[in-house]
């Protein structure tokens, strides 16, 4: 929304400074932002007399602050005058009244007004003169009012910290807005060394730190602040930041050791209430005490029986290992390998798979590319055997920021959803990345569990964010266990049990082997025999209406969705050839009937939404229903109906194959059109529904299944039969298509 007043700094911006040397013009829009923001700080270091301009406020624009000493009505100086503007214009940009609206060259009632104004949010004396951390904290988009999901708890502390620390050279105005972030993080980290009189104190949990908090003063009930010691209220602060409310008085009660209690329960931590060094590092740095064994690992090393072997007798319990390797020159191999599941699992330990290719950068993260992932892991997952319901961690391996977060992983989730439930909702989501990655997927509902890379301590993902609810592993830290052939370097997880893993597979091999892609060298082949078998038939020879396309059509759109097709049935546990027969008959049968049904059904779609229009308007006559009525048709590449889709969508939901979604209304024309228009108009869809209806069909005539890949031919006849209906028609249907499934299966048997 436009600010007039923004507005009017952005023009005086413009009008002023354009032309000096360092300084580029800005877009006038009427709102503020970090454009504004940095236009303000080079114009301030222009008046200054800096001549090399930059963004940020540094330690020149500071000095030369400091030099002046604190502006007020009386400052002095030969730029004043444009000094008092840019100060003013901050203050409109933050969202103060700093001048009545306008930009006078002078220090009016006003601009004190808004700086006291300023300074109360911000928690420091309202002295009504502006010092350098002021004009900072002015110029740059902190907010210091409670914003989004801030807690007016966190912001009590901010407001504390700001007051208490104002004078200390190391500290800079932190935000008041309720929400720990980075900034907020250092400032607390700085807080806890000048209390610990640690030397060489930066903001950083280093090795210095550690020692001075692992040898610090109990924090425990009856403990209180008193002199200059504020140990206790930065304990108390501490548990703030991360979402529970201790009191904030210097006094450490029995209600904060409660919440001491639950956050060392959340975190797996010795359970004291009290303060110590491990609950003091999870409490300031994402990956705690890194020097804590967990009882899960994961590595890109392959666990031999000895390997095995030692991480069973150092306590692991579960190990994380790679569906695929990543393709190209130099990359490492890091799968699991052949046999390695059994030596692990004889050992006693269980498994949590990670899929992950590249996934180093933004641009590898898109929605398209996100179902492609799905694909393939579910694809490798199902050729190792892994169970219905297995957690696969898609991985977020590089420090994603918002933005990152906001345009690129959280739409490659929803296309990695979107393929797990076309694929029938084999196995679940997890998250690998940032805390801030795995709580923003979480809160999506895009991942049931995340794997926190909370040893990567320095990324932006992992500082000022709390550890997620849904947290199954917390990566650590990097250590080698065992020796010799035992050796093995793997990722320290603290393992929450949320996800237990796998403690077994089922293999599919020999006859049961699961189907792979296609072989391009054979479709010639394949054509062929399609078209010399369509040519024998006697009972749909001729056609009653010219199809469209023909086989050489009907194999070109198969064998472009093959890797569809091989990974529903991998998904599925079927035979690639079940979906292949029923999808290319039914594609290569289309014909202008079909094209006229899906007219008709459009229509009526068409009029029921006009009628709806005008019954809430009736103006004028209302719309004439079209003739025939026509609710529904087969439809798309598979020509099905929406409500035969509805049903099985029901029956799958009901036998936990499909454990996302809603169960749908063939009585409800929102769902029979949603469903309708889904099957018309988008292929992976239809292609998706064809293994739930065949599953469903099989269900209703006593077939077992699924997982199956030993369909007797009976079984198999009697499952096509389904698919079509009942009776002679559906006889005579099954009889043609049995051959398409022969034709198709005589190929993927040779190739698996």
Request: aromatic share 10%; glycine share 10%.
């Amino acid at each position: 929304m436009s600010d007039p007043w923004v507005e009017n700094v952005q023009d005086y911006l413009n009008d002023t400074y354009t032309g000096v040397t360092g300084w580029n013009p800005i877009e006038v829009t009427g709102r503020t932002g970090w454009p504004t923001m940095r236009a303000l700080t080079r114009a301030l270091q222009h008046e200054l007399g800096i001549t090399a301009l930059s963004d940020t406020f540094g330690p020149s624009t500071v000095a030369a602050l400091d030099a002046i000493g604190a502006i007020g009505p009386s400052t002095a100086h030969p730029k004043i005058a444009q000094i008092y503007n840019l100060l003013i214009g901050g203050l409109y940009a933050k969202g103060y009244n700093g001048g009545d609206g306008a930009l006078p060259g002078s220090w009016s009632t006003q601009t004190e007004t808004g700086v006291r104004a300023i300074q109360s949010n911000i928690g420091v004396a309202q002295t009504g003169t502006v010092t350098s951390k002021l004009f900072k904290a002015i110029l740059n988009m902190d907010a210091y009012v409670l914003v989004g999901s801030g807690t007016s708890a966190i912001r009590q502390v901010q407001q504390w910290m700001n007051a208490t620390y104002l004078s200390r050279s190391w500290f800079s105005i932190i935000p008041a807005d309720g929400s720990y972030s980075r900034d907020v993080q250092k400032a607390l980290v700085y807080a806890i060394q000048e209390q610990l009189a640690v030397a060489g104190a930066n903001g950083n949990y280093g090795p210095g730190t550690r020692a001075a908090v692992a040898s610090a003063p109990t924090v425990a009930v009856g403990s209180a602040d008193s002199g200059a010691s504020k140990l206790v209220r930065l304990f108390q602060a501490a548990l703030r930041f991360n979402s529970y409310d201790a009191d904030f008085n210097g006094t450490f009660s029995a209600a904060d050791s409660t919440k001491v209690l639950a956050f060392q329960t959340f975190c797996l931590l010795p359970v004291t209430g009290e303060s110590n060094y491990q609950t003091w590092s999870s409490l300031l740095v994402s990956n705690g005490d890194p020097d804590r064994v967990g009882e899960a690992a994961d590595t890109i090393t392959q666990v031999t029986a000895a390997r095995a072997g030692a991480l069973t007798a150092q306590g692991r319990e579960v190990v994380g290992r790679y569906l695929t390797n990543v393709s190209g020159a130099g990359a490492l191999n890091k799968k699991i390998q052949a046999g390695e599941l059994t030596d692990i699992f004889a050992a006693g330990l269980r498994i949590f798979p990670i899929y992950q290719t590249t996934a180093a950068s933004a641009l590898y993260f898109s929605e398209p590319q996100g179902a492609i992932d799905a694909r393939l892991a579910v694809d490798a997952a199902a050729g190792y055997g892994f169970g219905r319901a297995t957690t696969i961690y898609f991985a977020v391996d590089f420090d994603a920021t918002d933005d990152d977060i906001a345009n690129r992983v959280l739409p490659h989730f929803r296309g990695i959803a979107s393929m797990m439930h076309h694929l029938g909702d084999r196995y679940r989501i997890g998250v690998y990345g940032t805390r801030n990655v795995c709580r923003r997927v979480s809160e999506e509902g895009l991942a049931e569990f995340s794997f926190v890379a909370g040893m990567s301590t320095g990324y932006s993902g992992n500082l000022g964010y709390l550890l997620p609810e849904n947290w199954a592993f917390d990566q650590i830290s990097t250590v080698t266990v065992g020796s010799g052939a035992s050796s093995i370097e793997i990722d320290n997880n603290i393992y929450s049990g949320r996800d237990a893993g796998q403690s077994s597979v089922t293999a599919p091999t020999g006859a049961a082997a699961l189907d792979v892609g296609w072989d391009p060298t054979l479709t010639s082949a394949l054509e062929s025999d399609l078209q010399d078998y369509v040519d024998s038939l006697t009972e749909y020879d001729p056609p009653i209406l010219p199809t469209y396309g023909g086989i050489p059509a009907t194999v070109t759109a198969i064998l472009y969705n093959d890797a569809l097709v091989t990974s529903l049935a991998r998904a599925w546990g079927i035979r690639k050839a079940l979906i292949q027969a029923v999808a290319a008959w039914e594609y290569w049968r289309r014909n202008i009937a079909d094209t006229a049904s899906d007219t008709a059904v459009r229509n009526w779609y068409q009029y029921l939404e006009e009628l709806e229009i005008w019954q809430q308007n009736p103006i004028g006559p209302p719309p004439v229903a079209p003739i025939p009525v026509t609710e529904d048709s087969s439809t798309g590449f598979a020509q099905i109906f929406a409500a035969t889709a509805i049903a099985a969508h029901n029956w799958a939901l009901a036998n936990n194959f499909l454990t996302s979604g809603d169960a749908l209304n063939t009585d409800s024309p929102t769902d029979m059109w949603q469903v309708w228009s889904s099957l018309a108009d988008d292929v992976e869809y239809n292609l998706s529904a064809v293994p739930q209806v065949l599953m469903w069909g099989a269900d209703d005539v006593g077939v077992s299944g699924p997982p199956r890949t030993n369909y007797t031919s009976t079984e198999i006849f009697d499952i096509i039969r389904r698919y079509n209906g009942s009776g002679s028609e559906a006889e005579r249907y099954a009889r043609a298509v049995v051959g398409f499934y022969d034709i198709f299966e005589g190929y993927n048997a040779g190739l698996r």
